[in-house]
């Protein structure tokens, strides 16, 4: 298994330097020097009142979220950090649409910068769909340091899999 599958699109230099930060065991210890800061987002409903607060800053005019939640079943393995999606009902005669926001479980425990991150990147599909030039805008529009968090959050990851393997 590639210790780097999280940093697959990037410069082959790059990579080289985070396996030698691996190598010399440094990566973990950078990580935690520079993401010391936890957060105190533990339970759905402040995870809800968190991304809400975000939207409002935000997003204040978009669609409302009918639910933010931990979800343990998605797998990181997949790509998956966090879901959006529309769930539609009929209620009466009329079709009722929710939108909700799932994010990895593995954020509970993550410094408060991955939260963010990934709570933005989430926000910014509800008006944006496809990973593109105007995605990306919203995204640094919400986190100045968007794109660096994306690629720390990929070494955090990639660090969890390294201890899960020791």
């Known amino acids: 298994m590639d ?13 080289a330097r985070v396996r030698a930060l691996i190598a010399e065991d440094r990566l973990g210890p950078m990580l935690v020097k520079k993401y010391a800061q936890p957060h105190t987002v ?4 402040q995870l809800y009142d968190y991304v809400q607060a975000l939207k409002e800053q935000y997003l204040r005019r ?3 979220l009918g639910k933010v939640v931990y979800d343990s079943t998605l797998q990181v393995m997949k790509h998956a950090l966090g879901t959006h999606t529309t769930v539609s009902r009929v209620q009466g005669s009329r079709l009722k649409a929710s939108r909700e926001i ?14 963010k991150m990934i709570a933005v990147h989430e926000l ?10 105007a995605f990306y805008q919203l995204c640094t529009h919400m986190e100045a340091d968007y794109h660096q968090l994306e690629f720390d959050l990929r070494l955090y990851l990639t660090q969890l899999d390294l201890d899960a393997g020791k």
């Open 3 to 15: 210790p780097l599958k999280y940093l697959a699109g990037y410069p082959q230099d790059l990579q």
């Open 124 to 133: 910014a599909h509800l008006k944006e769909a496809d990973h593109n030039k």
């Open 62 to 64: 978009s669609v409302p």
């Open 42 to 45: 533990r339970s759905d409903g």
């Open 102 to 115: 799932r994010i990895a479980t593995v954020f509970r425990d993550a410094p408060a910068e991955f939260l």
